[in-house]
């Protein structure tokens, strides 16, 4: 990684004094760059899973310069460098790399609650701008039946690393329910696609982050990745009802009947999606997310399936609060 070809295609002559890799991300190298008077965020872009990376940026121009036109909604999203040509990525070695600028966490009394209201501002503040268009940078990037049918014909192939048939009929059991609702005529929003808990840094005004998905997609599931990613490791009612608050009012009334019935679903869908992908990671050693070897994918497909079962098992309670909080609307 040639950091001086780097920085001087953003226009930035002087060295950092020290560079450290961030090793939290799935996907993308992320490294920090310290000076004497700042901090900035390198990011190596996964061009083997964002191939079309010209959208995926020009998507994230589109977001940074909404967020930029509306100062007061709240939230904040990363400020990009551009070159002298405009764009906010060179290409150095073959490879894509962006630099933004270092956003300082502080601590919030209601994580839940702020992370929930973020993800819904984030939501409603682009849904204002009715003339701005994104692109679809990855295709079927939440595609349940794709993943149910990858992992059908891994399963079907391989000799080794045979899936318990049980969970096969299981996702597809789930995949039928899901299809009766995320398949008819359900609106379409742009989206963060990847709304997880570690995807927002609490600041005076929290920050939304990775904004590498941002494109069509529906609210559901910006919802139940944030409520995924909070209860992992203590699943806790109150903290749903909490970000579920949360969500509702950055939304600020966008949703049509059908989407708020469709929240609990989205819980299920990227729950049992993303268990599904670590399965065929597992048993194909495709390889998508660069940082896990087979076993690893394995216990984490086990700890998602059982987190699913929680979800569903208190799925009454889960949609009362839904329902109570989205009443006021």
């Not at 001087?8 to 799935?26: R, V």
């Amino acid at each position: 990684m040639n950091i001086s070809a780097i920085l001087n295609g953003f226009g930035i002559g002087k060295q950092p004094d020290s560079i450290s890799e961030l090793k939290c991300g799935h996907i993308n190298s992320t490294f920090i760059l310290n000076t004497n008077d700042q901090k900035m965020i390198l990011q190596k872009l996964n061009t083997d899973v964002f191939k079309n990376y010209n959208a995926v940026m020009e998507n994230i121009a589109l977001t940074e310069r909404i967020f930029q036109s509306h100062p007061l909604c709240g939230i904040t999203v990363p400020s990009f460098y551009t070159t002298d040509s405009g764009k906010n990525f060179v290409m150095s070695d073959d490879s894509i790399f962006r630099l933004s600028t270092f956003i300082q966490g502080s601590v919030t009394e209601n994580l839940p609650f702020s992370a929930g209201f973020a993800f819904g501002r984030f939501i409603s503040t682009i849904a204002g701008e009715k003339k701005i268009r994104f692109q679809t940078s990855t295709e079927d990037f939440h595609c349940f039946s794709k993943y149910f049918r990858k992992l059908t014909v891994i399963d079907r192939e391989v000799t080794f690393k045979k899936l318990d048939k049980s969970i096969l009929r299981r996702m597809g059991n789930l995949g039928e329910t899901l299809s009766s609702v995320f398949e008819h005529n359900l609106t379409l929003r742009v989206t963060h696609n990847d709304a997880k808990i570690n995807n927002i840094i609490f600041a005076e005004a929290p920050a939304v982050i990775d904004l590498d998905t941002v494109m069509d997609g529906y609210v559901a599931f910006d919802y139940g990745d944030l409520i995924r990613s909070l209860s992992e490791n203590n699943f806790d009612i109150n903290i749903i009802c909490q970000a579920t608050e949360g969500f509702y009012c950055g939304l600020n009334g966008l949703l049509s009947e059908d989407e708020i019935v469709s929240l609990y679903y989205g819980i299920l869908y990227v729950t049992a999606e993303l268990a599904m992908r670590y399965l065929i990671d597992y048993s194909s050693d495709s390889g998508y997310f660069k940082d896990k070897t087979p076993s690893m994918c394995l216990n984490r497909a086990n700890e998602l399936l059982n987190l699913l079962s929680n979800f569903i098992n208190y799925g009454d309670d889960i949609t009362s609060i839904i329902y109570k909080v989205f009443e006021k609307q």
